[in-house]
T-cell receptor, first 112, second 114 residues
């Protein structure tokens, strides 16, 4: 089946640093989504991308839908302690009837 | 606060028990989902309901039985579960199952099977 490669698996950064993570796929997706999950909670939608080349920001977060439709990245600028959590990318292939393919997640730790 | 509400937050059940997980959304979404998430893993799709009809069953064992009584409610009935079924069960909803309808998740039910 389709798989997403998400990297890095984990990151340990200093408060104030910028963060970048990405997802790649062997097949084309029509939608890319980025979620953040805190312990004991469900994933929260951060950014949704619907068109190849689309660049979207949400506060300090910026994500892009790759031009080949097989990749996406998420950048976080000037990280703060509450950015700690697990970030998941998720893609929807065409005709997926709502089925999301998730990456394995990037665990972000921020040192104050 | 999430707009998808799941109850209970925690559930402990024995292997012979019957229990139900409940999910509710009032966003007018017509697609609802059950996902299972094991520790340190991404969510895995179990079921998709579209306009109150089951449209995807990802080969889930029959001890899990979904039900969609109306467009706002989604239940997951549990019977004769195994300890390996212990996980976080997430409900999600979206406007439709089309590609421009992102999923919104609830906070899950943490299930422990003893």
């Amino acid at each position: 089946g389709q798989q997403l490669n998400q990297s890095p698996q984990s990151m340990f950064i200093q408060e104030g640093e910028d963060v970048s993570m990405n997802c790649t796929s062997s097949s084309i997706f029509n939608t890319w989504l980025w979620y953040k999950q805190d312990p004991g909670e469900g994933p929260v939608l951060l950014i949704a991308l619907y068109k190849a080349g689309e660049l979207t920001s949400n506060g300090r977060l910026t994500a892009q839908f790759g031009i080949t439709r097989k990749d996406s990245f998420l950048n976080i600028s000037a990280s703060i302690p509450s950015d700690v959590g697990i970030y998941f990318c998720a893609g929807q292939p065409g005709g997926s009837q709502g089925n999301l393919i998730f990456g394995k997640g990037t665990k972000l730790s921020v040192k104050p | 606060d999430t707009e998808v509400t799941q109850t209970p937050k925690h559930l402990v059940m024995g292997m012979t028990n019957k229990k139900s997980l409940k999910c509710e959304q009032h966003m007018g979404h017509r697609a609802m989902y059950w996902y299972k998430q094991k520790a340190k893993k991404p969510p895995e799709l179990m079921f998709v309901y579209s306009y109150e009809k089951l449209s995807i069953n990802e080969s889930v064992p029959s001890r899990f039985s979904p039900e969609c009584p109306n467009s706002s409610l989604l239940n997951l009935h549990l019977h004769a579960l195994q300890p390996e079924d212990s996980a976080l069960y997430l409900c999600a909803s979206s406007q439709t199952t089309s590609n421009n309808s992102p999923l919104h998740f609830g906070n899950g039910t943490r299930l422990t099977v003893t």
